[in-house]
């Protein structure tokens, strides 16, 4: 199978500026693959942003920051430009906040661990980020694949 790159590169674009796949009505159809492909990659990115940001309690600010830095850098390779993917990033930013009024402690809410410690908290705030990296390194194999 070969992956029509423009036709994804412009799904994930559409999937950021949360618009429907009609933005690209120039390009040619993707297979319904690709296009769970390309909405899965943009909600396990946002997912790794959210457990990044919610976590910063136990896991440090420097991670959310990174985590940042990656997703402009994926979705810059995936086709969308620095200020489509830092509109993105602003937007999980907000809703984020509005989630989450003390970064401290929004983890425990966030991982439903009400009464466990920092650093039981921090385990299961890395396990899960290492599980959703785990996943876009493998969206990722699966999509280089298919160019």
Same mark, same amino acid.
């Given at each position: 199978?070969?992956?029509?790159?423009?036709?994804?590169?412009?799904?994930?674009?559409?999937?950021?500026?949360?618009? $429907?796949?009609?933005?690209?009505?120039?390009?040619? =159809?993707?297979?319904? #693959? /690709?296009? *769970?492909?390309? &909405?899965?990659?943009?909600?396990?990115?946002?997912?790794?942003?959210?457990?990044?940001?919610?976590?910063?309690?136990?896991?440090?600010?420097?991670?959310?920051?990174?985590?940042?830095?990656?997703?402009?850098?994926?979705?810059?390779?995936?086709?969308?430009?620095?200020?489509? $993917?830092?509109?993105?990033?602003?937007?999980?930013? =907000?809703?984020?906040? #509005? /989630?989450? *009024?003390?970064? &401290?402690?929004?983890?425990?809410?966030?991982?439903?661990?009400?009464?466990?410690?920092?650093?039981?908290?921090?385990?299961?705030?890395?396990?899960?980020?290492?599980?959703?990296?785990?996943?876009?390194?493998?969206?990722?194999?699966?999509?280089?694949?298919?160019?």
């Amino acid at each position: 199978m070969q992956l029509n790159r423009t036709s994804f590169s412009c799904l994930v674009v559409a999937g950021l500026m949360a618009a $429907s796949s009609a933005v690209c009505a120039a390009e040619p =159809a993707l297979t319904t #693959s /690709e296009e *769970k492909a390309a &909405e899965l990659l943009v909600l396990s990115t946002r997912d790794f942003l959210e457990t990044s940001y919610k976590c910063q309690g136990v896991i440090g600010p420097e991670t959310y920051d990174k985590a940042k830095e990656m997703t402009v850098d994926l979705f810059s390779a995936m086709g969308a430009d620095e200020k489509m $993917s830092n509109k993105f990033i602003t937007s999980q930013d =907000a809703t984020f906040a #509005s /989630e989450c *009024k003390d970064k &401290e402690t929004c983890w425990r809410t966030y991982m439903n661990m009400p009464t466990q410690s920092e650093d039981e908290g921090q385990i299961a705030c890395l396990k899960k980020n290492n599980e959703t990296l785990a996943l876009l390194k493998s969206l990722l194999k699966i999509i280089a694949r298919a160019t």
